[in-house]
């Protein structure tokens, strides 16, 4: 079993193992005497694992209350919130009780949102299902929802009380939804370099030692910089790209998928530019291969440029962006905007 630690003000572990899914109520009921359990989850993750976490939660003498969501992205929004909040209320769930995420980020995002504003705040722990809530989303008190004007935009610094990772539960994610989190693991690879990408260019990898060491990356990250005002900017290699690629596709190009884009295009500029050695560049395209990270973007990069400008504050002439200097050696550039695309040209 992985237990890592979380050492922000009111720190928490993050439990990762094969088969603890059964577990999870007991280890939830060591934080408090909760009287009052509320599992939120989608119509995907409910029928699969609710019941057999609310068990747990029931033979603990506890009284449990379920509120499912319609499963995906646009399940994340201000009315979902206000619904849980009324349900929360009309059924008497207190201040003192407890709230669980079951699900992938959409789930984990909009809970843990519900969780920071309740009566100011409830515990709320996570039970992420999808790979790209284990090992990204899940951890590091990022909650949100959506609204027309943008994604993410309404939400908190909220950290839950726990995260309880039961990898198995990855044997019924859809192969597209692994895919998507493979995104992420490839950036903190890059990130992190040492065990984590000697593991992901292995013939036979880890999968539990890639998310262990993924999740303590991102721990040790949080640590130093909670509240994303300086070195957690790291955790956004490959992502401005990326968030230029959703937007001009209308969100039909998955997240980890226009990560593993922007990763691809980010570290050819980086070799352009004398920075990133050829041959750990070749590395880094040769794992998103071989991590079907293989989408190419069909717009320009003057457009993906442009988009992402547009993306940032309209005021602002320049943009941060993660380069790759080594496979474990990335830093924070501040571009001018004028400069971005020289960077970009091949
Ligand atoms: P993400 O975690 O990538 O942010 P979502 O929360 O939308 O995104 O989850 C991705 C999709 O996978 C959703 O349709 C969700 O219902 C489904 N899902 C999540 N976990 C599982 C699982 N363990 N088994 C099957 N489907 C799952
Ligand atoms: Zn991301």
Redesign the pocket.
């Known amino acids: 079993m992985n237990a890592i630690e979380v050492n922000v003000k009111n720190g928490y572990k993050v439990i990762v193992d094969n088969g603890i899914f059964d577990k999870i109520p007991e280890y939830a009921l060591t934080l408090a005497d909760y009287t009052t359990v509320t599992i939120v989850s989608d119509s995907n993750v409910a029928p699969l694992y609710i019941e057999r976490l609310k068990k747990g939660f029931l033979r603990a003498n506890k009284r449990v209350l379920t509120y499912v969501i319609e499963a995906g992205e646009q399940s994340k929004n201000l009315s979902n919130y206000a619904a849980i909040l009324s349900f929360l209320a009309n059924n008497d769930f207190k201040r003192k009780d407890l709230l669980v995420a079951l699900g992938g980020g959409v789930v984990g995002d909009l809970t843990g949102f519900v969780a920071s504003t309740y009566h100011r705040g409830v515990d709320f722990i996570q039970v992420p299902t999808t790979l790209l809530a284990g090992i990204?989303s899940s951890v590091g008190g990022k909650t949100a929802v959506d609204i027309k004007e943008g994604k993410n935009l309404v939400g908190a610094f909220y950290q839950p009380k726990g995260v309880f990772f039961d990898i198995e539960t990855l044997n019924t994610l859809p192969e597209k939804e692994m895919i998507n989190g493979f995104g992420?693991l490839v950036k903190y690879g890059i990130l992190m370099g040492g065990t984590l990408w000697k593991n992901l260019l292995s013939d036979n990898l880890s999968l539990e030692n890639c998310i262990a060491d993924s999740i303590r990356y991102k721990a040790e990250i949080v640590e130093k910089d909670e509240f994303d005002n300086g070195v957690r900017a790291l955790l956004n290699l490959g992502?401005t790209l990326a968030h230029s690629v959703e937007n001009l596709s209308g969100y039909t190009v998955p997240?980890g998928l226009a990560?593993g884009y922007g990763i691809r295009r980010i570290a050819k500029a980086c070799k352009n530019n004398g920075l990133l050695q050829n041959s750990e560049y070749e590395q880094i395209i040769n794992v998103l291969d071989k991590f079907s990270l293989t989408y190419i973007a069909p717009f320009s990069d003057n457009a993906l440029i442009r988009a992402s400008v547009k993306d940032k504050k309209a005021f602002a002439d320049s943009i941060n962006i993660i380069v790759i200097n080594a496979i474990g050696n990335c830093s924070i550039q501040k571009f001018k905007l004028d400069k971005l695309g020289e960077f970009f040209n091949d």
Request: glycine letters at 0%.
């Open positions: 990204d992420e992502h997240h990560v």
